[in-house]
């Protein structure tokens, strides 16, 4: 089925940049971020390729849990906690000294900004 759904569904980084927000977007966008940083573990995430991570854990719990914790972890070493709603909908919550923050906010605190 997630090859059927590739073959014409398959999203642009700009359009998933412009996807309405939601905890399963957020999250792609959050991994793709690190990826773009160069940041461990986040190399195998390709949107076009159906072998990569990305689309593999679009049906695999686990490989997904494994991202939100390498994905939280992240956050984490910057002081930045993640909670991941697991809902295309629901927004995750980023906190940061005891405060609701953006993932935008997140993003240029780990980027030292």
């Not at 689309?55 to 494994?66: A, E, F, S, T």
């Amino acid at each position: 089925m997630a090859k059927e759904i590739l073959k014409n569904e398959i999203l642009t980084e700009e359009e998933l940049d412009n996807v309405a927000g939601g905890s399963w977007v957020e999250f792609t966008a959050d991994m793709l971020d690190a990826q773009k940083r160069g940041i461990a573990g986040f190399e195998n995430l390709n949107l076009t390729d159906p072998n990569s991570d990305l689309i593999k854990m679009i049906g695999d719990d686990k490989l997904r849990q494994q991202y939100v914790d390498k994905v939280a972890a992240v956050f984490a070493s910057h002081g930045i906690t993640m909670q991941y709603n697991g809902k295309f909908l629901e927004e995750n919550v980023y906190t940061y000294q005891g405060k609701n923050i953006t993932r935008e906010q997140a993003w240029k605190i780990i980027d030292g900004k």
